[in-house]
């Protein structure tokens, strides 16, 4: 079993990928469990599934199940490979039919540790448990976690939470990645603990720019990007992803560590307490 830490991290990135799209990720519990991966043996294995977002179609770019898996890789010791069975154009009933036809497919799925769904942008409905059910039919034991934004909801919460969709505490992913903690451990990482007042101060200076064209003041996703440009010139970074959406998986996500208060409100709002 993999431990709680490695899956947050896991979660995360896959999080942060996919918060600004719509729907709701589907993410591995902890307490999930798969079959060795009998291709890599001692690796991990992230299978994705859906459409064109996690296939990386037109993109050109690497799709971010690749990416993920080369971020949690650790060389020598856990190396992790990613099998992308996601398609261009693929709706829930695609991935659904899939899962439940295809014999490749469904060992992929039946040996992943992870497995990455972002599928829904090409359906009429909304309805992606069907396919998180098959997935649970294949691998026997997973448990499928539906976790959703704060942010698009308002007073549908409790509504989502009583259907049995978890909902983040904070208004969005962001809120989490550019709390003071976190923006502390930047500055550690990057050996400029001295300019960590400076680097809170340029968050809450793009929240205040935020405001100012009418968003909330707990909407850090708005802010984001003025905050990544400014926290890049004043620390110098380079090679620390060349997007704030990269900036934020490649370097922020794996920054928030067991010990933080920011981590176990995370790891709590996505496997619960």
Request: with cysteine.
């Amino acid at each position: 079993m993999r431990s709680s830490a490695s899956w947050l991290v896991a979660a995360l990135a896959f999080l942060v990928v996919v918060a600004g799209c719509a729907g709701s990720p589907s993410v591995g519990a902890p307490g999930a469990t798969a079959s060795p991966n009998s291709t890599h043996p001692g690796s991990w294995s992230v299978v994705a599934l859906g459409d064109s977002v996690p296939a990386g179609s037109a993109c050109g770019c690497t799709p971010y199940p690749e990416l993920n898996a080369s971020s949690l890789s650790v060389p020598g010791t856990r190396p992790v490979v990613a099998t992308n069975d996601a398609a261009g154009g693929a709706t829930t009933s695609d991935v659904l039919a899939s899962v439940s036809t295809d014999p490749d497919l469904e060992s992929h799925v039946a040996a992943a540790d992870v497995v990455e769904i972002e599928v829904g942008a090409n359906d009429v409905s909304q309805d992606r448990l069907e396919a998180g059910k098959a997935i649970q039919t294949i691998a026997s034991g997973t448990t499928l976690i539906r976790l959703m934004d704060r942010d698009p909801l308002n007073t549908e919460v409790a509504a989502r939470q009583e259907m049995g969709v978890r909902v983040l505490s904070r208004r969005n992913i962001e809120a989490y990645l550019l709390d003071d903690e976190v923006l502390t451990a930047l500055c550690a990482h990057y050996e400029q603990i001295g300019k960590t007042d400076d680097v809170i101060q340029l968050r809450e200076r793009a929240r205040q720019a935020s405001v100012s064209r009418g968003n909330d003041p707990d909407d850090l996703k708005k802010a984001a990007g003025e905050f990544y440009s400014d926290a890049r010139k004043e620390l110098t970074l380079s090679g620390a992803g060349s997007t704030w959406n990269a900036f934020a998986k490649v370097t922020l996500a794996p920054l928030v560590r067991p010990g933080m208060s920011v981590y176990q409100q995370l790891k709590d709002d996505i496997f619960g307490s």
